[in-house]
């Protein structure tokens, strides 16, 4: 597996936009957006508390999957990280959230709604990408520096079971003082999905088998 492809940034490409207050079920967090000129996505920032005085942040880089986030799908563990990210930076009263605009692992909702297809057809999510022509992962971490910067954030504790977003972060610039695991619930739909995370693209959670009443731990 290939480490995530890291692009430099011009600084000039991202813009600070604006920001307003965003009231959640656990938390009223501030919702700062940020322009990305050269492809006009809006990345956004969840905000609580302070975290511009220097300690490490307890933080989440999330990868859009509206799929997931939004529309309930139960393929991925995407909603479940999204949720657990809020509730566990609302238990400590500081942290942020990193809500980046590379839907499908960089490939978009279209291609990625391609590779479900050709999963239902007997591949699996790395193979899907590649039949299409795409790498497994073609995500970029590149924004992630210059959008902490603006909060003044110089470490982080992250919230992921992926080792290469973590070596991302390392590559950028950006210090990780503590890896926190985030496992969520298994289901039939994503034990597949989840198995091949851990065995093809490293990510730290054990590869097991669930039943149709199964939602233990991984
Ligand atoms: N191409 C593709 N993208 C997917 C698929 N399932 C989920 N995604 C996308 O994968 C991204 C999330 O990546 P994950 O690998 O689940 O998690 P991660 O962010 O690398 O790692 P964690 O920090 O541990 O969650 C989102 O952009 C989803 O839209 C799939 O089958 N194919
Ligand atoms: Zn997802």
Not at 6 to 24: G, I, K, N, Q, R
Request: glycine share 8%; net charge neutral; aromatic share 6%.
């Amino acid at each position: 597996m290939q480490p995530v492809a890291e692009l430099p940034v011009d600084p000039a490409d991202l813009e600070y936009v604006t920001s307003c207050a965003l009231p959640t079920p656990w938390a009223e967090f501030t919702l700062h957006a940020f322009i990305e000129h050269s492809t006009g996505k809006e990345h956004l920032a969840m905000v609580l508390g302070d975290i511009g005085n220097g300690a490490p942040v307890l933080a989440r880089v999330h990868s859009e999957c509206l799929t997931g986030d939004v529309l309930f799908s139960q393929r991925c563990d995407c909603g479940a990280q999204l949720e657990g990210a809020l509730q566990r930076i609302a238990a400590e009263g500081r942290g942020v959230l990193l809500y980046l605009r590379q839907e499908g692992r960089g490939i978009g909702l279209l291609n990625k709604m391609r590779a479900y297809r050709l999963q239902e057809a007997g591949a699996d999510t790395v193979q899907a990408n590649e039949q299409l022509g795409f790498k497994p992962d073609q995500r970029s971490y590149g924004l992630v520096a210059p959008m902490l910067h603006q909060f003044g954030v110089q470490s982080l504790r992250l919230m992921t079971n992926n080792p290469r977003k973590i070596a991302a972060m390392e590559k950028m610039g950006v210090p990780v003082a503590e890896r926190v695991p985030l496992l969520v619930n298994r289901n039939v739909f994503n034990q597949h999905y989840l198995n091949t995370k851990a065995l093809k693209l490293g990510h730290m959670m054990s590869p097991v088998v669930a039943t149709a009443t199964s939602d233990g731990e991984q």
